[in-house]
């Protein structure tokens, strides 16, 4: 394999497929990088073996030539040395060559032979079933991750819970997490797509937090792919495909309340960040709680840590109780991510209980966004 290739174009690439590799594999051939170079463009490959990317570069962009091919072949490069040496390469242009696992490396006066990985050890990258297809909106996409990703459930006992819950059905997409403390539930119509296309996955919370890194939030099409156990992205020259978690998602319908005995329309702003300087003295403290003491008009925002002291502050808001004043203690972060994620200018706010969850709205209802979180117990 021997190219000549400017920088730029090359560490862009390089940059983007490093974000999945990992160190601590098994197979050491998984810690590198995989060039493959063909007459007219160049793959790069990166994979976790849950995880895989493409990263396709043509050699010609228009009339500018990006890679001068000169002999076509494969290597496999130690990820984070390569990468530093091509980041420092001081010319535009690089030239580098391989020989049985050799990589020549030459940048003007600068000339690296560094020690690369076998080839036949790096494993084969799945091939993509084409038959079971939609395509998305990137902006819309990357909305959703924003609004479920943070509801999965961290190093738990359940790895079904590490992910979210996407079913197609009926022509609605439907994006659930839940981390058993909280819940996140989006929903849309997908009105290019055939109503037979039905599918009930479940994305790992890593796979989508790193497509959320490569993906820009722009109005652009995102072709994705399903199968039994693999779901598929394709975006620009990008190819990034991830292995399901098994398994059959926990059903969430009964954990949202429909009967409610105290309600709150409020600024989004304004509520989080009186929450947010309220939960200041109590940030170190177990469940980083606030209480909320809702009545007539006023909700009255408490905090209390036995190193620290307290802290109060309230803020007007339309509210509507059925028995007078209504008090709730709830975990502050988790109600600030709430209604980061509702995006809306007011949130509505609908208690069932003071001992019960309760649900977090759009005030305006342009998106079909719920966020249901339960109350902490302070005794």
Do not use: W
């Not at 560094?114 to 050890?121: A, H, R, S, T, V």
């Amino acid at each position: 394999m021997k190219f000549n290739i400017i920088k730029k174009n090359f560490l862009e690439g390089l940059n983007t497929v490093s974000k999945i590799i990992v160190q601590n594999t098994v197979n050491e051939s998984q810690k590198g990088i995989k060039i493959e170079l063909y007459k007219d463009k160049m793959i790069l490959k990166g994979s976790d073996s849950m995880v895989f990317m493409e990263y396709s570069l043509a050699a010609f962009d228009e009339d500018k030539e990006i890679i001068t091919i000169i002999e076509e072949g494969q290597a496999v490069v130690p990820t984070n040395y390569f990468l530093d040496i091509i980041r420092k390469a001081p010319t535009e242009i690089i030239e580098i060559e391989s020989n049985n696992q050799t990589i020549k490396i030459k940048s003007g006066k600068s000339e690296f032979n560094i020690q690369g990985y076998d080839i036949d050890e790096y494993p084969d990258f799945p091939i993509i079933d084409k038959s079971n297809k939609f395509n998305m909106n990137t902006k819309v996409f990357n909305d959703i991750i924003r609004e479920t990703l943070f509801c999965t459930a961290v190093n738990d006992q359940r790895p079904i819970l590490e992910g979210v819950n996407v079913i197609l059905e009926n022509k609605f997409l439907t994006a659930t997490s839940t981390d058993s403390h909280r819940l996140s539930k989006r929903r849309l119509l997908l009105e290019n797509i055939d109503e037979s296309q039905n599918f009930n996955i479940i994305i790992p919370r890593k796979s989508l937090q790193s497509i959320q890194k490569i993906i820009e939030n722009t109005d652009e099409d995102l072709e994705i792919y399903y199968e039994e156990n693999r779901i598929v992205f394709v975006y620009r020259n990008i190819i990034y495909s991830a292995i399901l978690i098994s398994g059959k998602y926990p059903n969430t319908e009964k954990l949202v309340p429909s009967i409610f005995e105290c309600t709150v329309v409020a600024n989004s702003k304004e509520m989080y960040y009186a929450v947010d300087r309220v939960a200041l003295v109590s940030k170190d403290e177990k469940n980083d709680i606030v209480k909320l003491a809702i009545n007539d008009g006023i909700v009255n925002l408490y905090a209390y840590s036995k190193e620290l002291g307290t802290a109060e502050e309230e803020f007007f808001a339309e509210t509507y109780n059925e028995e007078g004043k209504f008090e709730i203690a709830v975990s502050a972060k988790f109600l600030k991510e709430a209604i980061s994620a509702i995006n809306s200018e007011n949130v509505i706010v609908k208690f069932s209980g003071e001992l019960t969850a309760f649900i977090i709205q759009p005030s305006d209802y342009h998106r079909d966004i719920i966020e249901v979180l339960l109350p902490v117990r302070t005794y």
